[in-house]
């Protein structure tokens, strides 16, 4: 089973990955190994909220531990073109934002991040 398969709650909840380091802005989407995990009832109303701490290793990429996850929508500063490319395949989609984790969470519930294309 997939690292981030494993801890989505049970109903109809969205799980949103906001990448995290400690600082303002949000990292870019390669530039970090920690994430706060929002899970939202509804898509509106947040019902859990965690961190995690991904350990990336040659052969459990960030990009690999993303795909086939729990997780409905990624928000990070910037993805490359390879990250775009695999995580859309799997049909997780993109949001850019360069606020704080909460800042960006507030855009993305109120529809005001830019979806990667």
């Known amino acids: ?7 989505k709650p049970e109903g109809p909840i969205i ?8 600082q303002t802005p949000l990292p870019a989407f390669e ?3 920690h994430f706060f995990a929002y899970y939202l009832e509804d898509g509106k109303k947040i019902v859990k909220k965690e ?4 350990t990336v290793t040659k ?3 960030l ?3 993303f795909r086939n996850s729990m997780f409905d929508c990624i928000i990070a500063r910037d993805f490359s073109p390879k990250a775009r490319a695999l995580l859309k395949e799997e049909g997780i989609r993109l949001f850019i934002s360069d606020a704080g ?3 960006a969470l507030k855009a993305f519930l109120a529809g005001k991040l830019e979806r990667v294309a």
Do not use: E, N
């Open 1 to 7: 089973m997939p690292l981030l398969k494993s801890k």
């Open 15 to 22: 799980c949103v990955a906001v990448a995290y380091d400690g």
């Open 31 to 33: 530039q970090t190994s």
């Open 51 to 54: 961190l995690l701490s991904l």
């Open 59 to 61: 052969d459990k990429g």
């Open 63 to 65: 990009i690999g531990q």
């Open 101 to 103: 984790t909460d800042a």
